[in-house]
T-cell receptor
Framework: EAGVAQSPRYKIIEKRQSVAFWCNPI?????LYWYQQILGQGPKLLIQ????????DSQLPKDRFSAERLKGVDSTLKIQPAKLEDSAVYLC??????????????FGNGTRLTVT | DQQVKQNSPSLSVQEGRISILNCDYT??????FLWYKKYPAEGPTFLIS?????DKNEDGRFTVFLNKSAKHLSLHIVPSQPGDSAVYFC???????????????FGQGTILTVHP
């Protein structure tokens, strides 16, 4: 079974620039998550999709962050404009369903973003 | 508001001995708890989980204990091996509809180092 694919692995941008991350979940997984992990902290949920609909985006800074999951498969997360505090690893995860509490998530290797 | 806390940033143990990683939570709605392991430059991988209806779950060298009255869980690794050296994250999930369904709240992580 192929894992969750993310690209790029690393990105360095200047503040106020824009950036986009891509994620392809495990085939057949209906639920897709984007997490932000700041150095020294645990991952924090940004947005959760069920198929191509948003389930939870309560912690997404909507003034600068946006995400979409067209056709219920792969997803993109965009930041525009970036701030210094957005420097973090952005992790994409998927699970077969969100109908079971605590369904183990399968994570990709993440994209490390550095904003200078 | 840190709902899941791992108060030990790091732990060092000798190969063959027991590793005990601790986690505390504050949200009484959490009903499912998971441990994830993370190697550098990789995404977290699921290790073991426990439902709130149990107080212990075992999987090979890994055992998770849950004390609901104390809102505390721990991960025991016996015997510890050098390959276990990684960051360990505790995570919790709450039952409920809508936005909380399937959402994981992570602790800050504990760096485990197992010396040969």
């Amino acid at each position: 079974e192929a894992g969750v694919a993310q690209s790029p692995r690393y990105k360095i941008i200047e503040k106020r620039q824009s950036v986009a991350f891509w994620c392809n979940p495990i085939s057949g997984h209906a639920t897709l998550y984007w997490y932000q992990q700041i150095l020294g902290q645990g991952p924090k949920l940004l947005i959760q999709f069920q198929n191509n609909g948003v389930v939870d985006d309560s912690q997404l800074p909507k003034d600068r962050f946006s995400a979409e999951r067209l056709k219920g498969v792969d997803s993109t997360l965009k930041i525009q404009p970036a701030k210094l505090e957005d420097s973090a690893v952005y992790l994409c995860a998927s699970s077969p369903n969100s109908g079971v509490s605590g369904s183990p998530l399968h994570f990709g290797n993440g994209t490390r973003l550095t904003v200078t | 508001d840190q709902q899941v806390k791992q108060n030990s940033p790091s732990l060092s143990v000798q190969e063959g001995r027991i590793s005990i990683l601790n986690c505390d939570y504050t949200n009484s709605m959490f009903d499912y708890f998971l441990w994830y392991k993370k190697y550098p430059a990789e995404g977290p991988t699921f290790l073991i989980s426990i439902s709130s209806i149990k107080d212990k779950n075992e999987d090979g060298r890994f055992t998770v204990f849950l004390n609901k009255s104390a809102k505390h869980l721990s991960l025991h690794i016996v015997p510890s091996q050098p390959g276990d050296s990684a960051v360990y994250f505790c995570a919790a999930s709450a039952l409920g509809g809508g936005t909380s369904y399937g959402k994981l709240t992570f602790g800050q992580g504990t760096i485990l180092t197992v010396h040969p």
